[in-house]
């Protein structure tokens, strides 16, 4: 099972960005997924996160700028970014809980983090 993360890139300030996480594999069920930021020189830290019944949190600091959500049918989750500003800048991670296993079972829930992708606001 992976988690390719995808979308990065460098915007201007009030620009722009949605980033989607992909996992792959024999995967049973999706539980919580999260997405992480790391800006440089600091810890990682949640920006969002959505369980698999919609209860959803933000960060305050993207509150009404991000939007977290997922496509369950195509194990896909979303982080659409706007009015970003340059202290957004960081390396971005999809955490997912998922439950995999073999076809038929028996499954387990697991952690999986993707690979990070760096999202640069600048002028």
């Known amino acids: 099972v992976q988690l390719q993360a995808s979308g990065g890139g460098s915007v201007h300030p009030r620009g722009r960005l949605r980033l989607s996480c992909r996992a792959s594999g024999s995967i049973f069920r999706g539980h919580t997924i999260r997405w992480y930021r790391q800006p440089p020189g600091k810890q990682r830290e949640l920006v969002a996160s959505?369980?698999?019944?919609?209860?959803?949190y933000y960060d305050d600091s993207v509150k009404g700028r991000f939007t977290i959500f997922r496509d369950n049918a195509n194990n896909t989750v979303f982080l659409l970014m706007d009015s970003l500003k340059p202290e957004d800048t960081a390396v971005y991670y999809c955490?997912?809980?998922?439950?995999?296993?073999?076809?038929?079972?028996?499954?387990?829930?697991?952690?999986?983090w993707g690979q990070g992708t760096q999202v640069t606001v600048s002028s």
């Open positions: 959505m369980t698999n019944n919609g209860i959803i």
């Open positions: 955490n997912a809980d998922l439950e995999v296993g073999p076809p038929g079972g028996p499954y387990s829930i697991s952690d999986f």
